[in-house]
């Protein structure tokens, strides 16, 4: 989150002056920054009213329930257009971050010569490292959520 707030103000705030105003509003919302990580149920509040605490008026769009609420064509429909996406994950199981949000900033698409089938990679930025991660979009749970700037 802190991540693309940086970005939509073209980096006129340093990472930590954003971190700090993301992580007062995320402890209203239950976050403590050590056992216990954001529900991706609140990160649409949490982002807008962060952004609006650093200047920046957004109006995010939240979707929820990975091939109900959202599917592969919204996030690459976004980053296609230079927008980068929050992705947060609920107890997903599959050995991600729990009650954690990264930012999506790009995607690779392959096909599995074997069985013709499409893998959709997504290149994340996680204010925790300093590497971009891949998470495989065919593999996320359904209890998770995309957060936008609309």
């Known amino acids: 989150m802190t991540a693309t707030i940086r970005y939509y103000l073209n980096n006129t705030l340093t990472p930590l002056t954003i971190y700090e105003k993301v992580v007062k509003?995320?402890?209203y919302y239950g976050y403590n920054g050590s056992n216990c990580g954001t529900n991706p149920l609140t990160i649409k509040k949490i982002f807008n009213q962060s952004a609006l605490n650093c200047g920046l008026r957004i109006n995010s769009v939240a979707k929820y329930g990975k091939g109900?609420?959202?599917?592969?064509?919204?996030?690459k429909n976004r980053i296609d257009n230079n927008h980068p996406v929050l992705l947060?994950?609920?107890k997903d199981g599959r050995n991600?971050?729990?009650?954690?949000t990264v930012t999506i900033v790009g995607?690779?698409?392959?096909?599995i010569k074997k069985?013709?089938?499409p893998v959709h990679l997504l290149y994340t930025?996680?204010?925790w490292r300093k590497?971009?991660?891949l998470i495989d979009f065919n593999r996320l749970s359904q209890i998770s959520s995309i957060n936008y700037r609309i």
């Open 25 to 27: 509003f995320a402890k």
């Open 68 to 75: 109900i609420g959202y599917r592969f064509e919204h996030i």
């Open 88 to 90: 947060s994950f609920y």
């Open 96 to 100: 991600y971050q729990d009650n954690h």
């Open 107 to 111: 995607y690779q698409t392959y096909i």
């Open 115 to 117: 069985t013709n089938k």
């Open 125 to 127: 930025y996680d204010n």
């Open 131 to 133: 590497e971009y991660n």
